[in-house]
């Protein structure tokens, strides 16, 4: 089923949260004449430039965060004074030499701030992955479904070419008996060409549709020539409050409350900011005219009587402040996916229902009698192409159906991060 091999991907993913080496290096695959939805996933997984930038980003946060705990580099300073002038101070006799090194010395916590700002940065780049990733999986999966759907219109309307072709020789033979006007057969070949016409626009949007899935793959063109899986299988979903229980651990959600840390450290930094750090120096200083040495002390503390940071502190706050505001916009973002989804499931089941209670089945059953009645002249070749229409126009909206269907399962496992557990329904 197909959402049962998007649910294993969906948690292949959670599982890949840490870096994957083996994945990221995967070799090209040779070209093969049919793809599974577990194989494309893989595939995905291992080569979406989407994901290969939310890598870097990690690699990113990771260099911040090992910055924010370094310690500032001591300075080493050489002065000489009293020296190249004139009189007793010609050239260096007189020259005072002062080798010097200063440390400075951050107080209040700063550096355990930045730390903390660091860790909480890292923090959301790992959730960024693996939002990236939940949204690449789901993406994968509507493309394949696309693809199989596609490949299904296809076969459609070569059934209809089919059928048509059957009834040409049946129409020649009634034509030379009489019973029906040539134009009749120059009406079936127009009704053939325009299925002909159908199955090239569907052979178009197939060709499209593997380009797509392709390129989420990263490839530049599809090295398969098909995609194998179940459509036609349907199941109802839990209740709206099950699912929207589990989107509360999308990454894009369970993010914030590292970015909140985030910010709360950066609006510590920027507080603490105002508090000076003294500059300590130790020195050594030689007197040549008397051979003496001396040892110089110093500290140099920063005053902060003019700029007190009150602007810094002020943009943190409210960085800070509208955190909650962008959590709740977010979260509200994704119930409305969720529920349109959701709503979009019952709609596509209820569809595909009808579809196979009734309408496909009197659809066939009218056009099996038409046919094995127009051979006896108790039907007209209009009744005839307009009976196939409908059947056909039937088994498309199926497929539309159900590809509605499929589509919405793989957004909301693609939104909860976890498999939809469905009540099994009979496929046609």
Known sequence: ?????????????????????????????????????????????????????????????????????????????????????????????????????????????????????????????????????????????????NVLSAQRRVEIFDEQIATLGRLTPLLQ?????????????????????????????????????????????????????????????????????????????????VRWTAVQAQRRAELLLARLKVVPDPQVGLAWRHYRDTGDDAVRLGVAIPLPLWDQNRGGILEAQETLAKTDAEWKINRIGLILLLGRAWETIGGAIEEVRLLRGSTIPKSRNALETIESGYGQGRFTLLEILDAQAVAVQAALREVEALTIFHTAVATIEGLTGSPLTLSREASR
């Open 1 to 145: 089923m197909l959402h049962r091999a998007v649910a294993w991907a969906l948690g292949f993913a959670l599982a890949l949260h840490a870096s994957s080496p083996a994945l990221a290096q995967a070799p090209n695959r040779a070209p093969s004449r049919t793809l599974t939805l577990t194989a494309a996933m893989q595939r995905a997984l291992a080569a979406n430039p989407r994901l290969t930038a939310a890598e870097r980003d990690i690699g990113i946060a990771r260099g911040r965060r090992i910055q924010a705990g370094a310690i500032p580099n001591p300075d080493l300073s050489f002065e000489l004074d009293n020296a190249f002038g004139t009189g007793d101070y010609r050239g260096t006799r007189s020259a005072e030499t002062t080798l010097q090194i200063s440390q400075l010395v951050e107080l209040s916590g700063k550096r355990q701030a930045r730390i903390a700002a660091g860790d909480a940065g890292f923090a959301v780049a790992g959730w960024d992955r693996a939002a990236v990733r939940l949204e690449v999986l789901s993406e994968t999966a509507i493309a394949f479904v």
């Open 173 to 253: 033979r009634r034509v030379d008996a009489g019973a029906s006007s040539p134009a009749e057969v120059a009406r079936a070949e127009v009704a053939a060409d325009l299925a002909k016409a159908d199955r090239e626009r569907a052979r178009v949007a197939l060709a499209v549709a593997r380009r797509d899935l392709a390129a989420l793959m990263g490839l530049t063109a599809p090295d398969f020539k098909g995609v194998s899986g179940n459509l036609s299988r349907i199941g109802r979903p839990p209740s709206f409050p099950t699912v929207l229980a589990a989107l509360e651990a999308n990454p894009q959600l």
